[in-house]
């Protein structure tokens, strides 16, 4: 009894903006404990319930009760048991596929990525209304504060079927199309970091051509690479310094023009032009070929190799090449978005529906559909959901009086050790799903932020090892790079076609345009490579042509078609 009283008082303090526990009943559930909604424990121990995390990484080797902090704390407070079904991050989308597509899936399916239009019109999701989901606290808080997560996460027949994450993270809205590079390479050698893609080139030339490291070997240097997964990563960066190239969750190179047109900018001459130019760089040796079959940990090999190797990574964050905030990595900076040459530079910016999505669903195999809405409304708890990042005691705690926040307010919690830093197994990371709004997010408590942003705009040597220790280093970094190099290059809203969630779809619509997608993107990359290392020619009028014709045949102007069907 005192364990949930405990967790009572700690869900009433740490709610914010959610409201205090319903006075209604969890029904009559097999396994279900007689309490108000949102008390805990939610379960007498008897269910366990089969999950889908596709989280695995360095930080979490094991969801497992046996293994995993957070696994342990979620199971003990809630009495649900917990049995996973795992994936690295980077083969999450794939397995999810396999698994969906099998009839042989889990109870539930958390950290999103899961189509809800299309997957419950195979009957595959279960529909929640019947539920009464907002009878729970946490979860209606939710929907109150974010009206458009009706929309997403309900499916053609206009029933509930997904539990929302949102995740009002500035530097991840940011993320589509940057790339990192390694600033004592700049700073030791009295350089200037790269802004245009003439600057761009001649800047790898310089580290192909010369001993940068100082090693004796002026061949081991690599000046540009990215991992398998980033290819259209690395395109959407050139693409960007010709035109306002889009790449967001539910689409790449689609976008409205000023007239509210759907537009196909994989078939753009400016597309081309961008392909052109990387052609021109693989051509040089500018680009490891290995690029395009590497895996993360074999980019991060080569980063975090004992001599400096790497001199330009394409990706989204410090932690996909490297240890975030380790020694080696948080000597790599983000570059401007560079500029093309009409002088056009856009940032990396996801567009206004990034960060509102789905965080959790419920399969038709749940035979316990209210206990699983129950640990949803548990998990989104913002000590809980923070909890599941690391604990409390080790990983953060409460803020030190008269501190102040990364937005300057009164800060929520303070960070205990630096990302780099942060316990194995300590936690679900961000596989859990959260309510993470902006006000959460920047409420952490900023430590020597002045020096983080003075290291950030000079590099200077001498405060690195701090910043190595600095325990906000990792938050700080994103947040005023982004504020300093990103915010000011922002994409227009209105080229960004809204999610296929809120385009509400017809059914037959909505599966013709899944089907073309799925083949159509996995296209546009085949080519987009082949084109960049000469097995086809870019330069080439007739092998261009062959390509448009290649995309129309796919389908490129039919799902075009579809999305300008349910453009308002």
């Not at 983080?452 to 990792?474: C, E, F």
Request: proline share 6%.
């Amino acid at each position: 009894m005192k364990r949930i009283l405990v967790m009572l008082m700690a869900l009433t303090v740490s709610a914010g903006a959610f409201a205090a526990g319903s006075s209604q009943t969890a029904g009559k559930t097999p396994g279900t404990v007689n309490l108000p909604k949102g008390s805990l424990p939610i379960s007498d121990g008897s269910v366990t319930l089969t999950v889908f995390a596709g989280g695995l990484s360095q930080w979490v080797t094991s969801f497992d009760y046996k293994d995993n902090i957070f696994t342990k704390q979620v199971v003990d407070e809630t009495g649900i048991k917990l049995e996973f079904v795992t994936a690295t991050t980077a083969d999450a989308a794939q397995k999810r596929n396999i698994l969906l597509s099998s009839g042989d899936y889990p109870d539930i399916f958390i950290g999103g990525g899961v189509d809800i239009a299309y997957y419950a019109s195979q009957g595959i999701l279960l529909p929640l209304d019947a539920y009464e989901p907002l009878s729970y606290p946490n979860i209606k808080a939710a929907f109150d504060r974010y009206p458009t997560l009706w929309n997403i996460n309900r499916g053609t027949d206009g029933k509930l079927y997904g539990l929302p994450g949102v995740n009002e993270c500035l530097h991840c809205n940011y993320s589509n199309g940057r790339a990192l590079y390694f600033q004592p390479w700049v700073r030791d050698n009295k350089l200037k970091a790269p802004e245009t893609l003439d600057e761009f080139t001649a800047y790898l030339r310089w580290i192909r051509d010369n001993d940068v490291n100082g090693n004796g070997n002026k061949n081991d240097e690599i000046p540009l690479t990215w991992e398998k997964s980033y290819v259209r990563h690395a395109v959407a960066i050139i693409a960007k310094a010709y035109m306002p190239f889009i790449y967001n969750q539910d689409y790449y190179g689609l976008s409205l023009n000023d007239n509210r047109q759907v537009v196909e900018q994989y078939k753009d001459p400016n597309y081309r032009r961008a392909l052109q130019y990387m052609a021109g760089l693989y051509k040089e040796g500018l680009i490891l070929p290995d690029s395009f079959a590497q895996t993360r940990d074999q980019l991060k090999a080569l980063v975090e190799n004992p001599t400096p190797l790497v001199g330009v990574a394409m990706c989204a964050n410090p932690d996909n090449i490297g240890i975030a905030g380790g020694d080696r990595v948080i000597n790599y900076f983000f570059l401007k978005p560079l500029a093309g040459p009409e002088g056009l530079r856009h940032a990396s910016y996801r567009g206004p529906y990034a960060g509102l999505g789905t965080s959790m669903v419920i399969t038709d195999n749940c035979k316990y559909p209210e206990l699983a809405i129950a640990l949803y409304n548990y998990l989104i708890d913002p000590v809980v959901a923070r909890n599941a990042v690391g604990p409390k005691g080790s990983y953060w705690d409460d803020p030190d009086p008269g501190s102040i926040s990364l937005m300057g307010g009164k800060p929520a919690y303070k960070n205990l050790t630096s990302f780099a830093a942060q316990q194995v197994n300590g936690g679900w990371n961000q596989t859990s799903p959260g309510i993470f709004t902006a006000d959460v997010r920047l409420s952490e408590q900023a430590v020597d932020f002045d020096l983080a942003k003075q290291y950030i705009q000079t590099g200077d040597a001498a405060l690195h090892d701090r910043m190595v220790k600095n325990p906000s280093w990792n938050e700080e970094f994103l947040f005023i790079s982004t504020n300093e190099l990103f915010v000011p290059y922002k994409i227009n809203d209105k080229y960004f076609i809204p999610p296929s969630a809120l385009l509400r779809m017809n059914d037959n619509d909505n599966a013709r345009f899944a089907d073309i997608k799925a083949t159509l993107e996995t296209f546009v990359e085949q080519a987009t490579v082949e084109f960049i290392t000469g097995s086809r020619d870019v330069n080439n009028d007739t092998a261009w042509n062959t390509y448009l014709t290649e995309l129309d045949r796919m389908g490129s102007k039919d799902i075009a078609t579809l999305i300008q069907k349910y453009i308002k």
